[in-house]
């Protein structure tokens, strides 16, 4: 039987069996609602607010300063919008990255065509962002500066805490309608995440990256930063997220929190070897292969590299049809293959960032799933280059050109019969 | 996402290569994504005896090509001049709408190298000049 091999996880993740058993009761027996005063009610009522407790400590921050809602995307829409509106008169400026989730890029869109104004900063090759543009960047019209704790694609970590230390210099310089946001969906359960050592003022995070249920997030804001609602219908989360809570998924969400951080330390030890293991080996075994982004500001879970003369999309087709579940930085949609926004902003053309590849690691990752993917991906690279043109060219110019592109035309297209199904 | 036939001619690929001395090749670039399509093929009494192709771009492109070099396998010139994207299309049904275009720029690369065969000299038939404006 095939191995299947799941190294999509910062897509999303299994959920984890101690999670849905947390969850489970809140389905069916203590289902009242949270804002009901009976005895149905205050059972749920009382969950909710233990899970408050829990995650607010997780992060160092105060069980007032959680606010529940369905995911990082709504998180980073409340975030940014609710900040801008709420200080509408202060300043209609905001800074970000190029290389944001589009969460944050489109919310920022939508508030430009509104008339604000977004600064959108460069992350270099590294993909990293620097503080002498986050400084330069800064007027005194500048509300919000949002930038994410760790990229999604590439995994590069940003200097949030530098940047939370720049922001609180200019607060006491007198702007005090300053903030920051981070999105650390990829981070939190993932490395430390310490709301007071970033010096945030907004937090988003999300349930389904690190083994909890889909459609829960959380975000943290600071005591004293007002938000525009983004939902109205009722008084829920402070005012802050109408809608009636979903009680076994926010229970979820601080049960995978509890576990994540709880196990931190094993947790990015044990992802960190295997991507490590797997990121030299395919370097190593694969000509013409490279990283895409800093590689030591980085979290531990994700390796992104980037397989020259192939196209992403062909090998991430490929390694599925072997049972191996990887992502694309290089996705075809509507007609047009051209490598994703955060490609492109590490500096990437539509020739360069059209091969890589992300794996992403989690907990439930073996030594096994890396030896799978060892097996397979060098044998299906090889066999693409040996029909792409500008491997061949690379090779006619001898441009470094591995070695394993001299073939015999002849022998492969008589090949399709020596080809392992 | 895509057919069991796309998948097949991905994972194995019919007649990858460029023949040394063929008898006609043709290139084609899709301007929109920059897959790239390279046929060569060898005429032998008329008829096409051998056919390679090289590909970089989506898995349709690939599957393209990979039919491309069956389909033509004996045909004529003539029967070359026939063929039109839709003869593509159908080997690797079903093909998401917007990837359609795969065989279109298979059948240019075919028109390619048939515009540089010399046993393929003169204009277009009347028919081929209509079929290329259905596609």
Redo the contacts between chains.
């Keep these: 039987m095939i191995r299947k091999v799941y190294l999509d996880n910062s897509a999303t993740t299994r959920m984890d069996e101690q999670v849905l058993a947390a969850m489970l009761p809140y389905w069916t027996e203590i289902y009242g609602n949270a804002s009901s005063t009976h005895q149905w009610g205050q059972p749920a009522r009382q969950a909710i607010e233990e899970a408050r407790r829990s995650m607010a400590k997780a992060i160092n921050a105060q069980p007032g300063e959680i606010t529940f809602l369905s995911g990082g995307t709504e998180a980073d829409n409340l975030a940014i919008k609710g900040v801008a509106e709420a200080y509408r008169e202060k300043g209609r400026h905001l800074i970000t990255s190029r290389f944001e989730h589009s969460a944050v890029l489109a919310t920022c869109a939508q508030l430009e065509a509104r008339g604000w104004h977004v600064t959108y900063l460069p992350v270099y090759r590294e993909g990293i962002v620097r503080l002498e543009d986050v400084r330069a960047a800064l007027t005194p019209e500048t509300v919000l500066i949002s930038i994410m704790h760790a990229n999604n694609e590439i995994g590069t970590i940003q200097p949030i805490g530098e940047i939370g230390q720049v922001v609180r210099e200019r607060r006491e310089a007198g702007q005090t309608h300053l903030f920051l946001h981070t999105d650390a969906v990829q981070t939190l359960g993932k490395i430390p995440v310490d709301v007071q050592a970033l010096g945030v003022d907004l937090l988003a995070c999300s349930g389904h990256k690190i083994h909890g249920p889909k459609g829960i997030g959380a975000l943290y804001v600071r005591r004293g930063v007002r938000l525009e609602s983004q939902m109205h219908g009722g008084n829920h989360e402070r005012d802050r997220r109408a809608g009636t809570e979903s009680v076994p998924l926010i229970v979820g969400l601080a049960r995978a929190i509890e576990l994540a951080v709880g196990a931190l330390p094993e947790r990015m030890e044990s992802v960190r070897q295997l991507r490590d293991l797997l990121e030299e080996q395919l370097m190593r075994r694969v000509a013409e292969t490279s990283r895409n982004g800093d590689p030591v500001r980085r979290v531990p879970h994700i390796a992104n590299l980037n397989f020259d003369?192939?196209?992403g999309?062909?090998l991430q087709?490929?390694l599925d049809?072997k049972g191996i579940a990887v992502s694309t930085g290089s996705a075809?949609?509507?007609?047009?293959?051209?490598p994703s926004h955060v490609l492109v902003a590490i500096g990437h053309d539509?020739?360069t960032g059209?091969g890589s590849l992300r794996f992403s690691f989690s907990k439930e990752n073996r030594r096994e799933d890396v030896e799978a993917v060892l097996e397979t991906l060098p044998g299906i690279i090889e066999?693409?280059r040996?029909?792409?043109?500008?491997?061949?060219e690379s090779q006619a110019v001898g441009a470094q050109a591995p070695r394993r592109l001299e073939?015999d035309?002849?022998?492969?297209?008589r090949?399709?019969s020596s080809?392992r199904? | 996402?895509?057919s069991p036939a796309v998948?097949d001619h991905?994972?194995?690929?019919?007649?990858?290569?460029?023949?040394?001395n063929p008898t006609a090749r043709g290139?084609a670039t899709n301007p929109?994504?920059?897959?790239?399509l390279?046929l060569t093929f060898q005429l032998s009494e008329g008829r096409v005896e051998?056919a390679?192709?090289?590909?970089?771009?989506?898995?349709p492109s690939?599957a393209a090509?990979s039919v491309l070099?069956e389909r033509i396998q004996g045909l004529t010139i003539a029967e070359l001049q026939r063929l039109r994207p839709r003869d593509i299309t159908e080997a690797l049904q079903p093909l998401p709408r917007?990837?359609e275009?795969c065989s279109v720029l298979a059948i240019d690369a075919l028109r390619a190298a048939l515009a540089g065969c010399p046993n393929a000299a003169g204009p277009p038939t009347e028919s081929t000049e209509r079929e290329a404006l259905d596609r």
Aim: one cysteine or more.
């Design positions: 003369f192939v196209e999309e062909g087709i490929s049809l075809c949609a509507s007609g047009s293959t051209e539509r020739e059209r066999k693409l040996q029909i792409s043109p500008r491997a061949r073939i035309p002849s022998a492969i297209h090949g399709v080809v199904k | 996402m895509y998948l991905l994972a194995n690929p019919r007649n990858g290569g460029e023949l040394a290139e929109v994504c920059g897959d790239r390279i051998r390679c192709f090289l590909a970089e771009g989506c898995s690939i090509g070099t917007n990837k275009h």
